[in-house]
Nanobody, 124 residues
Framework: VQLQASGGGLVQAGASLRLSCAAS????????LAWFRQVQGQEREFVAT???????IYADSVKGRFTISRDNAKNTIYLQMDSLKPEDTALYYC???????????????????WGRGTLVTVSS
């Protein structure tokens, strides 16, 4: 499975962005999909995940501002980011796994497939 993320950019605080991540090579209908982010010099941080049935889990830092969604027909994951803050600045990665268990969805090492990051920069 190959993942290609897009949609990052430079925005001001309070603005919105929508990230997309297109998967190819295999249908991800039965997969758990996720977004992580990473600031240089720091560990990769969980942002959000969406299970095959559509249930979503968010990091506390983005709850109420970000929305993860999936389009199984298009094999695409989305992350709608509203009310962006400077602390949201990071390289954002999409990830996918077909056999991850619920208790492990926040752990980046549990995901088998990763896209290249897309940079989000939020200015104050």
């Amino acid at each position: 499975v190959q993942l290609q993320a897009s949609g990052g950019g430079l925005v001001q605080a309070g603005a919105s962005l929508r990230l997309s991540c297109a998967a190819s090579g295999r249908s991800f209908r039965g997969a758990t999909l996720a977004w992580f982010r990473q600031v240089q010099g720091q560990e990769r941080e969980f942002v959000a995940t969406i299970r095959p049935g559509g249930s979503a889990i968010y990091a506390d830092s983005v709850k109420g501002r970000f929305t993860i969604s999936r389009d199984n027909a298009k094999n695409t994951i989305y992350l709608q980011m509203d009310s962006l803050k400077p602390e949201d600045t990071a390289l954002y990665y999409c990830a996918l796994d077909f056999s991850i268990i619920l208790s492990s969805v926040r752990r980046p090492e549990q995901y088998s497939y990763w896209g290249r990051g897309t940079l989000v920069t939020v200015s104050s």
